[in-house]
């Protein structure tokens, strides 16, 4: 009832608002009176409406129609990048942070929904608070990487493996290193947790060393009886995620995790493509490579596989991995001469590694483009690769 009548005053005050002192009088109380009720979707609407009175339109819109002038347009526009930014500031101050997201998107301006992201400390027991916030920061892209911290926490390790499955083209790269290093992280601490628990049991005291590589050394009982000590699908799902890791402790972390696998019973072995066939054995090699450990002999290992593809099955992905490896190691030359070897041909949108025209433009070798242009009877590109050379440049 109280609503009501404080509602039913503020249309009495601007009915006499209008007939004692006048239109703009009336709608600077209805402006007023929004604000104090903290009427924020309504209060929009009558900052659009004084800006429509002051430039000499219609009150109300009339829908459907362009009822504004050409030359009125800028100025109402204007009005409305002002009117977004003024109610989603305050609905930022409110600690909305979804409502106020819904006016900085409208404007293409979302810097202030990232930092209050960034600040924001909600209750991660409640995924009703958390969810909206995962969607605009992760999901919609404004902070990812606030967004994945909130989802992980929140929902943990399963959804957060699934998120990044689903978002993970989508990813600029630095976010996307930011997301695989969090969950490496987190299913390592479970790992690390949960072997220290059975070696607490067995041994009666607690490990110093409590690195999964150190627990794991020495101690095959824990693995005794097809034993494991994580979801096995998480570990897989992490570990090929972080193909793309750059060297640091995360990254020492995965090769850990590798050794941890090596170790369980084959009857968990996952079916992967080649040219991770042997799973952790294979994808122990490849990150013993990144991190510049033995990295003529992990190369040599995957040169094999490249060697051993059948033409026949159209499966380039173990030289798109070596491609992909040569280039880590800083190797262009050579990563532009398996790609003019196995992959000159296939389609640039299939290939996980760079196309032989970009690795080409990397290498500023032009010449190498136009002569297998000319082999594949693409004319487009043999003259293209030919000015290219001409000019010494891309352009």
Request: with cysteine.
């Amino acid at each position: 009832m109280e609503a009501t009548r404080i509602d039913a005053a503020l249309f009495d005050e601007l009915e006499n608002a209008l007939k004692e002192q006048g239109p703009e009088a009336a709608i600077d109380r209805l402006c007023q009176g929004l604000c104090e009720r903290k009427d924020y979707g309504a209060y929009f609407y009558a900052l659009l409406l004084k800006k429509r009175y002051e430039l000499g339109l219609p009150p109300v819109p009339q829908m459907g129609e362009d009822d504004i002038p050409e030359a009125l347009q800028g100025p109402y526009e204007d009005a409305i990048r002002e009117a977004c930014r003024k109610v989603g500031r305050m609905l930022l101050d409110e600690g909305n942070i979804p409502q106020a997201y819904m006016y900085y998107q409208m404007i293409g301006e979302t810097e202030p929904v990232a930092e209050a992201l960034e600040k924001v400390e909600p209750d991660t027991e409640d995924g009703d608070e958390v969810q909206p916030l995962v969607e605009i920061g992760f999901h919609y892209g404004v902070h990812p990487k606030r967004g994945f911290d909130l989802l992980l926490k929140t929902y943990g390790l399963c959804s957060a493996i699934t998120a990044m499955s689903n978002a993970e083209g989508n990813l600029p790269g630095e976010a996307r290193q930011y997301c695989v290093k969090q969950l490496v992280r987190t299913l390592y601490a479970e790992l690390s947790e949960r072997l220290v628990s059975d070696i607490v049991a067995k041994e009666g005291k607690e490990p110093a060393d409590k690195r999964v590589g150190a627990l794991i050394q020495g101690r095959d009982w824990l693995f005794a009886d097809e034993a494991f000590h994580v979801d096995l699908s998480h570990l897989s799902s992490v570990v090929q995620m972080a193909l793309q890791l750059k060297p640091g402790e995360e990254l020492e972390m995965v090769r850990e995790l590798c050794e941890y696998g090596k170790r369980l019973s084959p009857a968990y072995g996952f079916s992967i493509e080649p040219p991770f066939e042997n799973q952790y054995e294979d994808f122990a090699v490849y990150f013993s490579i990144l991190a510049g450990d033995k990295v003529e002999e992990g190369l040599a290992h995957f040169r094999k596989k490249v060697e051993a593809m059948d033409p026949e099955e159209n499966d380039t992905a173990p030289a798109e991995v070596l491609v992909n490896l040569l280039l880590a190691c800083n190797r262009l030359p050579e990563a532009l001469e398996t790609s003019r070897r196995y992959l000159a041909t296939a389609p640039g949108r299939r290939l996980a590694c760079p196309s032989f025209i970009d690795l080409c433009h990397r290498a500023k070798d032009y010449q190498t483009l136009a002569e297998v242009a000319r082999e594949q009877g693409d004319s487009v590109n043999f003259l293209a690769g030919l000015l290219s050379a001409r000019n010494g440049s891309g352009a």
